[in-house]
């Protein structure tokens, strides 16, 4: 009697997983080189595995995070075009930027999500341009959860990690908004513009010093932001998920760290695994940016 092969097996156990609820919807699934420990397999093996589900569309790779349990897949069309408003239309812009990504966008796409003409979407929104701009701008409505700490330090780590919640959750918000030369006229990113001028307010800061902490603080949490888009580009363009892409090139990689020419980053982590992930990443230069405006604030 014929039996499946190894990685079809893998991903059934994992489908389980799923199906039985014991791995939820944005769940992290075993990583290629846990499934490796775990079902005792080559790391290839692995990588079919975790290919085998994204092709059933039951995961899906997150840079610097890993691959998590995808979302039920949403239909692909407004039901109908009639009563086509203005918050429809940012409400369903926003849904496909989040997946297909800002370069995709346009407004014969949204159209087709409604089964209208392009020309009925310009009766309500002029351009793409400001189809972007109210995408932002209902983006920002939100505002930070809980109570506002006290002391400038946690009001701004506060900021910070609200605004990478928002970037992590619609990565295409990072491009929109990166002009630092030239703002979006937006009143709802205005306001978190002002939550953090007035945590900066009173320490003992020029304004100079505060609008270049504000924006240094944007840029730096846009910068990390961009490393999500330019992983769905690479996924695009090489039809690979990061482990997959990781398995391809492990060979290479390794004879580059043994070859004797980079002594401290071969002995840097030996045997120990290291996955890079964004939020960590993120958090990691957010403290030490907080530390370098509290020497600021000290010298004053």
Do not use: C
Not at 138 to 148: D, L
């Amino acid at each position: 009697m014929a039996t499946d092969p190894p990685y079809l097996r893998i991903a059934r156990d994992i489908r389980q997983r799923i199906d039985s609820g014991d791995l939820a919807p944005g769940d992290r699934v075993p990583s290629t080189r846990r499934i490796t420990q775990e079902w005792g397999v080559a790391m290839a093996t692995a990588t079919k595995a975790l290919a085998a589900l994204n092709q059933e569309g039951l995961v899906r790779a997150v840079p610097g995070v890993g691959t998590v349990v995808a979302e039920p897949v949403r239909e692909s069309r407004v039901a109908s075009g009639q009563g086509l408003t203005r918050e429809r239309i940012i409400r369903s812009a926003i849904v496909f930027a989040d997946s297909e990504g800002l370069g995709a966008l346009s407004m014969r796409r949204v159209a087709a999500e409604f089964g209208v003409s392009t020309m009925a979407l310009y009766r309500h929104v002029p351009s793409k341009g400001e189809l972007v701009r109210l995408m932002s701008e209902a983006v920002f409505s939100e505002e930070p959860p809980g109570p506002r700490p006290r002391g400038w330090r946690a009001q701004l780590t506060q900021e910070a990690r609200w605004l990478w919640g928002l970037y992590e959750r619609h990565p295409w918000l990072g491009r929109a908004m990166a002009g630092l030369t030239r703002p979006m006229a937006s009143p709802h990113a205005m306001r978190y513009t002002e939550r953090v001028l007035a945590a900066l307010s009173g320490v003992g800061l020029t304004p100079y010093q505060m609008i270049h902490v504000h924006l240094a603080l944007l840029g730096y949490a846009q910068g990390v932001t961009l490393a999500i888009e330019l992983e769905s580009h690479a996924r695009q363009d090489t039809g690979m998920t990061p482990e997959e892409w990781m398995a391809s090139n492990e060979a290479r990689m390794e004879a580059i760290q043994t070859s004797g020419g980079y002594p401290v980053l071969s002995t840097l982590f030996g045997d120990d695994e290291f996955d890079l992930e964004l939020g960590e990443l993120f958090e990691f230069g957010l403290q030490r940016f907080l530390d370098g405006v509290e020497a600021l604030i000290a010298k004053r």
